[in-house]
């Protein structure tokens, strides 16, 4: 964090009630009063959610859609703080910047969102529905991915898997039926079931039908699956 952000911290936390941040309203009660001080905590809070909520789906990288835009949302409010200004308005503006944000990071097509990141990004969508003084429901709708589009996905990830299976299968039966084939002709047919097999694990990494931490199951670099995708058909 920069030392204007920091700074920005240190300015907004003697303004406040708690050191921390602005108090949670309880269900039922009024909410805390709405000052630049208040809404600067409540965003660092966010801010925090959100960075851990990133940390939450099995690839942590940028790579992962989810995980990109969660953290440029953290990240744009780090430099709202460095220009922070007492404007109530401003405040209620930069939350619906936010918000589109998170929004966008939940309909992300891929795996669906893990139960603790949905903890953590619906509190922060209720800080900033008391930023900008709307009711959470109504700022929260279409949050998320419709549970018939994740149920969609999650059908197309497994096909995805079952036929990556297959070019699998394929090739190695193709090297079975090369090996009956006359000499000169072996080769053609083994350089194409090996061209096959390295196509399909490129597949399987690239598009991570593994379902797991990329770090974890020994993913290439990516530098290395260009080197294959552009390597071409090699016979013999």
Not at 4 to 30: C, D, H, L, N
Not at 87 to 115: C, H, M, Q, T, Y
Not at 168 to 175: P, S, V, Y
Request: net charge negative; glycine share 6%.
């Amino acid at each position: 964090m920069s030392t204007a952000v920091a700074k920005a911290r240190a300015r907004a936390t003697p303004r406040i009630q708690q050191p921390a941040a602005a108090p949670r309203p309880a269900s039922g009660t009024t909410d805390p009063i709405r000052t630049p001080a208040s809404m600067l905590a409540t965003f660092f809070r966010i801010g925090s959610s959100l960075e851990v909520s990133s940390n939450c789906w099995p690839d942590k990288t940028e790579r992962c859609e989810p995980v990109r835009l969660l953290l440029t949302a953290k990240d744009d409010i780090e430099h709202y703080a460095e220009r922070f200004i007492n404007d109530l308005s401003s405040a209620r503006d930069f939350a619906f910047d936010i918000v589109a944000l998170i929004k966008a990071a939940r309909r992300a097509p891929g795996p669906a969102e893990p139960a603790e990141a949905k903890k953590l990004l619906d509190q922060a969508m209720a800080d900033l529905a008391w930023i900008a003084d709307m009711p959470v429901a109504e700022l929260m709708a279409d949050a998320a991915a419709p549970a018939a589009q994740q149920q969609d996905q999650e059908e197309r990830l497994k096909l995805a898997r079952g036929a990556n299976y297959q070019i699998e299968r394929l090739a190695q039966t193709l090297i079975l039926l090369a090996d009956q084939l006359d000499a000169d002709a072996q080769p053609v047919f083994h350089g194409m079931a090996a061209r096959i097999a390295q196509l399909s694990g490129l597949v399987y990494f690239a598009g991570q039908l593994h379902g797991e931490d990329p770090a974890t199951v020994g993913t290439p670099p990516l530098r290395d699956l260009q080197s294959v995708f552009e390597g071409g058909l090699r016979c013999g």
